[in-house]
């Protein structure tokens, strides 16, 4: 395999960790910190409470270079069609993301802690939650994409 079929092998893991970490995400820990808002986010608090911003702030940028590297170098291939796609698709994601996905968890997250459930923050929290699945969703549509061979091997796309 030469230079541009690591790079691109490694724009496809990174997208495939990001879709990873985000299905862990929405299975072991969405729903315990969603579920009944403030109680719930004592997840969150104190100095040992779970921080993911570190990994979704070191996976993304990655994730970016290595597919924009990709599209660069198979530019006159046929993955340039899947690559422009999953990239476009992905650069609205993150747009979408930093616009309204991280300001409100933050914010919901952030809430003090209560023994007593918020009926409008745990509202809150479910609708990030179900939004954040559409967006989930959207993501492995974009990931098939990227994924789906478009011919036998990568030595063809030279």
Not at 54 to 68: K, S
Not at 83 to 102: D, H, K, R
Not at 115 to 131: A, G, K
């Amino acid at each position: 395999m030469d230079i541009r079929g690591i790079i691109f092998a490694l724009a496809r893991l990174g997208f495939s960790v990001v879709i990873g970490g985000a299905i862990y995400e929405h299975i072991a820990v969405v729903p315990q910190w969603s579920m009944a808002a403030p109680a719930s986010l004592a997840m969150f608090q104190g100095e040992y409470g779970l921080r993911p911003g570190p990994f979704w702030m070191m996976i993304h940028p990655v994730t970016l270079v290595f597919m924009g590297l990709s599209l660069l170098l198979f530019w006159k291939t046929s993955f340039r069609q899947g690559l422009l796609i999953t990239l476009s698709g992905y650069i609205l994601v993150l747009v979408i993301t930093f616009i309204y996905f991280v300001p409100e968890l933050l914010s919901i997250t952030g809430s003090a802690y209560s023994v007593d459930v918020d009926p409008i923050l745990t509202s809150r929290s479910r609708l990030w939650e179900t939004l954040s699945l559409v967006r989930l969703a959207f993501l492995i549509v974009l990931a098939v994409i990227l994924l789906k061979p478009r011919e036998l091997t990568l030595k063809k796309a030279t």
